[in-house]
């Protein structure tokens, strides 16, 4: 099993920080790429950031400059450094892996149970 576990959403005025973060855990042979996601009442889920084992990023449009994405591969964790939020940034946000499992010879996607950013004017 794989367990992907967010922490660090909350309630934030505009303006403010967030940092996310998102541990992967369990019968994990290697990480591929790691990212966020987020989705807004009503809306599609969408990409905000990711991250490549090797350290290439690639983020939304909106969320670049406000937003950065970083990795710690020795414990499969990955982080969102959220800046500079706006009300428009308040979603659920979900963690992301591309995940190998040890026994396996193929890689899969697993999803966080999500964590609430709310952004108030």
């Known amino acids: 099993q794989v367990q992907l576990v967010e922490s660090g959403g909350g309630l934030v005025q505009a303006g403010g920080s967030l940092r996310l973060s998102c541990a992967a855990s369990?019968?994990?042979?290697?990480?591929?790429?790691m990212g966020w996601h987020r989705q807004a009442p009503g809306a599609q889920r969408e990409l905000v950031a990711r991250?490549?084992?090797?350290?290439?990023?690639n983020f939304a449009d909106s969320v670049k400059g406000r937003f950065t994405i970083s990795r710690d591969n020795a414990k499969n964790m990955v982080y969102l450094q959220m800046n500079s939020l706006k009300p428009e940034d308040t979603a659920v946000y979900y963690c992301n892996a591309n995940i190998r499992r040890v026994r396996t010879d193929y890689a899969g996607n697993y999803w966080g149970q999500g964590t609430q950013v709310t952004v108030s004017s």
């Open positions: 991250i490549t084992s090797g350290g290439d990023t």
């Open positions: 369990g019968t994990i042979f290697s990480v591929n790429h």
